[in-house]
């Protein structure tokens, strides 16, 4: 059987004033991830498939962010808000080009599936001209109910419209539509604007597919796919939701999560086997965890690579281009940036490692800091194979200690070590005998005089 070609319409164009922010509501983050890429990447990307993102005015960072997750994407604006209808229509040019599907979604709907939308596709290959995605509410209160009648939706009834008998009904219009492709237009192009806000609805499209002798269904999905977002709240609902199915996910590919509610993922978190994560963990955008390695708790990683059999933490931080080959270890209490940490290297406490190299079997004591930036710009620490750097010690960069070399504890080094040298750098110690007496007695006298 040929495939059929589609074209989803995601209308993205809402300003999310109940959101209180000046971020449009598409970009807010669930699980690190806008809730417009969540949409973007549930939607159809093969061979003879097309994406329309409908916007609204000045909007450009929306448009930025579709065109980043699909860069296959067109963007239409809608520059006035006169309804769901007119919405699709903003992207009237996509759809006149035809199309054997065309899938209406909405931006702020996080949760929904690939495999949700390809069952709202599947009814048009077998004659629907309409499918329209429903739920069962637990409390239907405010929602479109969906009128079905043998098994065809008769009806998208308004709660303000419907009556006694139908307000009972707790199958629920999700939004979604799924139209077949080669009426798709007209019927979109015949709906009115004949109701109290002079707007068109999406929903009216049901009534005409009725008129013209056309069959329309229903598919049913979860409450919690077809969260929609509108405030903050909801956002946090939608989280909640969303870290759930990440880390069943995650278990199910064999990781051990000790604590699971305590751990937080983000959408695109790539793990090995035979990880194991301690409680409270905060995974951001960007990270890979190869095989083995353990995060104990209290880390937060972001944009980070952990090789095989790596240990991070507890208490630690990897920002942004830090990566620990295999076997490598950062301990409690250091922070990692830009910096790549080769097998078997450790960093066991209380450290600063950034827009750094460290050679394999390295071993960098407590309070190791590399000095990377000098007020104006960053500078680069290369660390050899083997090297051993004491505790309390400055790096100055931009400096390089080589191979196995030793750097002596509390030094400040600003020049480069060669390979197998040893380099210490701080003042003599002097000793003064009675020295310490001398002094107490000096301050307990200048104290008592300030006293009088």
């Known amino acids: 059987m040929t495939a059929r070609s589609s074209l989803t319409v995601v209308l993205a164009a809402g300003e999310g004033t109940r959101m209180r922010s000046a971020l449009p509501k598409v970009l807010h983050p669930v699980a690190q991830q806008s ?5 973007l990447n549930a939607t159809d990307a093969g061979e003879g498939s097309q994406l329309a993102v409908v916007i609204g005015p000045d909007h450009e960072a929306v448009a930025a962010e579709a065109r980043r997750v699909r860069p296959d994407a067109q963007t239409f604006v809608q520059r006035e808000r006169l309804g769901t209808a007119h919405a699709v229509l903003a992207a009237r040019e996509a759809l006149a080009r035809g199309a054997d599907d065309l899938l209406v979604a909405f931006g702020d709907t996080p949760l929904i599936s690939a495999e949700t939308f390809a069952r709202m596709r599947a009814p048009l290959r077998q004659g629907a001209a309409l499918a329209v995605l429903g739920f069962h509410a637990a409390d239907p209160t405010g929602y479109g109910r969906l009128v079905v009648e043998n098994g065809r939706l008769v009806a998208i009834r308004e709660q303000a419209d419907a009556s006694a008998e139908e307000r009972k009904i707790t199958l629920c219009n999700a939004g979604v539509m799924a139209f077949d492709g080669k009426g798709a237009l007209a019927i979109i192009e015949k709906i009115g604007n004949a109701n109290a806000k002079g707007e068109y609805y999406l929903t009216d499209a049901v009534s005409i597919v009725r008129e013209l002798g056309l069959e329309a269904v229903v598919i049913e999905t979860s409450e919690d796919e077809v969260r929609g977002i509108n405030t903050k709240a909801q956002l946090a609902e939608a989280e909640a939701v969303m870290q759930a199915r990440l880390r069943k996910a995650a278990l199910e590919a064999g990781v051990t999560l000790i604590a699971p509610d305590t751990v937080y993922l983000s959408a695109d978190t790539k793990f090995g086997k035979d990880v194991t994560i301690e409680p409270f963990v905060v995974i951001g955008p960007g990270v890979t965890i190869d095989d083995g390695a353990v995060i104990h708790s209290f ?17 630690a931080r990897m920002r942004p281009g830090s990566s620990l080959g295999e076997g490598a270890k950062i301990g409690n209490f250091v922070e990692t940036k830009a910096a790549v940490i ?3 290297a450790k960093v066991n406490h209380l450290s600063y490692v950034g827009d750094a ?23 680069k ?18 400096v390089t200690v080589g191979n196995r070399a030793y750097i002596g504890s509390g030094s400040v080094i600003t020049k480069d070590v060669p390979d197998d040298a040893m380099a210490v750098e701080r003042s003599q110690q002097t000793i003064r005998e009675g020295g310490a007496a001398r002094y107490r007695t000096a301050k307990l006298k200048e104290k008592a005089a300030k006293g009088k």
């Open 299 to 315: 880390t937060h990683i972001i944009q980070s690579k952990i090789g095989k059999k790596a240990l991070v933490g507890p208490y």
């Open 342 to 344: 080769e097998a078997g």
């Open 381 to 398: 620490t290369l660390i050899g194979e083997g090297a051993f750097i004491g505790t309390n010690t400055s790096l100055v960069a931009p």
């Open 35 to 39: 809730l417009l890429s969540h949409v």
């Open 357 to 379: 190299h460290v050679g394999a079997s390295a071993n960098l004591g407590a309070g190791t800091i590399t000095c990377n930036y000098d007020g104006f710009l960053k500078h």
